[in-house]
Structure formats: C-alpha cells, structure tokens
C-alpha cells in the first residue's frame, strides 16, 4: 500500500479567523486593513486572534481584491551633487531606514527613487499606491508626474505652491533658520550671511524669511547669495568667493545646503583665513558631509528617524482615504554645536 503524499497545511483564511473572533469577514477584513468603522475594541481583538492563529494575507488575491499594489516609493529631486559626495544620499538614506521599517508595519513595501535622470520613466512605471516626496520644489515634475498617474503623494517639507500644496510634515525651516542665526549671534558673529539655492524649496524660502526677520531686528545688513545646487561645493566655493570680494567685514556665513557649506569653508582657508576664528560657518543638515569637514561643520538635528515614520503613517492615512490630516508638525529641531562655529566646541 503506498503511503499518501505529503499535503502543505491549509492556509488560515479570513473566514478561519472571523469564527474565532465571533464576527464578519468584512468586519476582519477593515479591522486587519484600518479600514471602515470598526469598534477600536473590536479592532484590537481581532489583530490579537489574527496573530495568535498565524493568520497571513494572501497578498495576490488581495491585489487582485482591491486593485492595489500594497507598495509605495521614497522620492528625492535633489540632484547628486547635492544628495552624492560623502554622505551619497545621506539626508534620503537617512530617512529610508526608518521609513522601511514603518512602511513594513503597515503592510508596504518601500521603492527607493534616487535622482537620477532615468527616473523619470521609471515613475511612469512603477506598480505603487503612493508616494513620499523629499522636499520637492514648487512645481516638482516628480510630483507633477505621479498625480498625473493617480498615485497619492506627501512630501516631507512643505512644497512652496500655495492652496495646491500637498499633505506634508512640516519640518519647521523656519525655526531652524532662527536657531542657526541665534548661535551665530550668540558667538560674537555681527555680519552674517545667506547663502542657499537658486531652486523654489521650503527650506530656502523659510531660512531666507528667518533671515530677513532676524537681520531686520538687529540692524544686521541683508546679505543674501544664490548658488545652483547642480553646482555643489563648487558652487558654494564660488558664491563664497564673490560675497568674500563684495562684502566686506562678513564674519558668519549660514550655507543651509551641507554640500554648500564645504565648498564655503574651503574658499575661506584658500584664502588663509581661519574657520571660525575669522569667519563663521554653519549648516543645516547634520550629515556625513558635515560631520567629516574640517573643521566639523556646526548643523541641525532634524530628526530624520520620526519625520519618516510621521511621513509613512500621513501618507498611508491618505491611502486609504483618510484625508482629514494635511499638515503635520515634525519634532522640534535641535542644534549640534561644532567647531565650524565655536572655537569652545573644538578645544
């Protein structure tokens, strides 16, 4: 007699745990999703039984279910000059990680999309329900793009379009700009200078603003550069290099791009001035770049690890209908104190 193949255990279905909790599939189903109006109680205790009894979904009948790809991408338009160097990505990278992880407890798989200029098509391509942009510009063609294809988009850091402006996390450039301007105030520093990008980003309008206010306060003369991000450190050599020959008596400069900021403290010791004995550098990001400078470069922690999972969490509510949110407040930045900025902080 021969002996009966070995048969693969049934796979649980939402029926298996809708008897075990006592209720409908389509109760299951909007508990396990967050979807539909369910008692929170109800909710909770059908997770539970799920989990206990090992209940996985079937993702391709999902799929074929809802229409839905059960994935998203992480977008960045800054261009490599900007996001490569030593950080390579560091500000997307670092906002990665924990947006991997919090996608995954959501249920979402998680698409990186470098600035690169292949990416273009490969928006058109992709198989996702939504997107999380990273500071796009006013009239982002990344943006542009994917509400073209439907797909559900928040940015992290407010696109600078007015009313049409997306769900965002806010992350308060604003009171980073204020932040930077009172520790160089703070070290003695009585003209100081602006420089960012070219490019209509919240992090340039809001620094910019920041600046305005705390110049006009003090009397301090507004001095104000632009350099093209495409440019990277030698853009911020050169527009170091030409408010170096206009302005004299410039004591502090505030170069929000990281990539920026390097290229400024290079142009100051080229010219056989000290950094920050003579002039002052800070920065905004508080990545590799500014890490690895010398001397370290004085910047902002902006938490990158919450702003990701607030991002995940806003962008997945939208998914899935939930609309009533659009703004929400990151954490409130915090200072990192180096030796670009204090001779105290490089003793």
Do not use: W
């Not at 919090?102 to 490969?122: M, Y």
């Not at 206010?213 to 003369?221: H, I, V």
């Not at 670009?340 to 902080?345: C, G, I, L």
């Amino acid at each position: 007699m021969s002996e009966s193949p070995l048969r693969a255990p049934a796979r649980l279905t939402i029926a298996d745990v809708a008897r075990a909790a006592g209720v409908s599939r389509t109760t299951v189903s909007h508990a396990l999703n967050d979807r539909g109006q369910v008692d929170p109680r109800t909710r909770e205790k059908v997770k539970q039984i799920a989990q206990q009894l090992g209940y996985r979904p079937n993702l391709r009948a999902q799929r074929l279910r809802t229409g839905k790809a059960n994935s998203i991408a992480l977008v960045s338009s800054m261009p490599f000059s900007v996001a490569g160097g030593p950080s390579r990505l560091g500000f997307m990278m670092e906002i990665a990680g924990s947006a991997m992880e919090a996608a995954l407890r959501q249920g979402l798989a998680l698409v990186l999309v470098p600035p690169l200029d292949a990416a273009e098509a490969l928006l058109d391509e992709l198989d996702i329900d939504g997107a999380v942009v990273i500071e796009p510009a006013a009239h982002d063609r990344n943006v542009t793009q994917l509400q073209r294809r439907g797909v559900q988009v928040v940015s992290i850091g407010r696109q600078p379009e007015g009313d049409q402006a997306l769900p965002y996390i806010d992350l308060q450039g604003y009171e980073t700009g204020r932040i930077l301007l009172q520790h160089l105030a703070e070290q003695g520093a009585l003209k100081t200078a602006l420089l960012i990008g070219t490019q209509p980003r919240h992090s340039y309008v809001d620094m910019e603003q920041a600046y305005r206010d705390f110049a006009g306060a003090r009397e301090m003369p507004v001095i104000i550069v632009r350099a093209e991000e495409a440019g990277g450190e030698s853009a911020g050599r050169e527009a170091c290099r030409a408010l170096l020959e206009n302005h004299l008596g410039i004591d502090a400069i505030c170069a929000p791009v990281d990539a920026f900021a390097v290229g400024v403290v290079k142009e100051i010791q080229a010219r056989g001035l000290r950094v920050p004995e003579d002039i002052r550098v800070v920065t905004r990001y508080d990545g590799l770049r500014a890490q690895s400078c010398q001397p370290p470069l004085t910047a902002v922690n902006l938490h990158l690890d919450e702003i990701s999972v607030l991002a995940i969490d806003l962008l997945f509510e939208h998914i899935n209908g939930q609309v009533k949110r659009r703004v929400v407040t990151g954490p409130a930045p915090s200072l990192v104190v180096r030796a670009s900025s204090s001779t105290a902080a490089g003793a």
